[in-house]
């Protein structure tokens, strides 16, 4: 049973930083893609980060320069560095692990930054 695990989240004031990681339980991990997205209240569940197996990254415009996605393919580990956070940075973010057909998703972990 394939699993996502997140952690790091958490309350931050506007300018501090976090790192998320998500521990995949997946066989194959090297050659799979994978991703962060965010879904703050009342909103549809955005893609943040994205960086495939090839070791491509993609970044939606609102993260560019300040977040970057990583990967640890011994510890089947993804992260995301999120600096100079903002308010507008609050969600619940997921992680993502796809090789089609087949995704998976993390249960989601909470950022709040607020002052």
């Known amino acids: 049973q394939v699993q996502l695990v997140e952690s790091g989240g958490g309350l931050v004031q506007p300018g501090e930083s976090l790192r998320l990681s998500c521990a995949a339980s997946?066989?194959?991990?090297?050659?799979?893609?994978v991703g962060w997205y965010r879904q703050a209240p009342g909103k549809q569940r955005e893609v943040v980060a994205t960086?495939?197996?090839?070791?491509?990254?993609n970044y939606s415009d609102s993260v560019k320069g300040r977040f970057t996605i990583s990967r640890d393919n011994a510890k089947s580990t993804v992260f995301l560095r999120m600096n100079s956070l903002k308010p507008e940075d609050t969600a619940v973010y997921y992680c993502s692990v796809w090789r089609t057909p087949f995704s998976f998703w993390g249960q989601g972990t909470q950022v709040t930054v607020s002052s």
């Open positions: 997946i066989s194959n991990f090297r050659t799979s893609n």
């Open positions: 960086l495939t197996a090839a070791g491509l990254t």
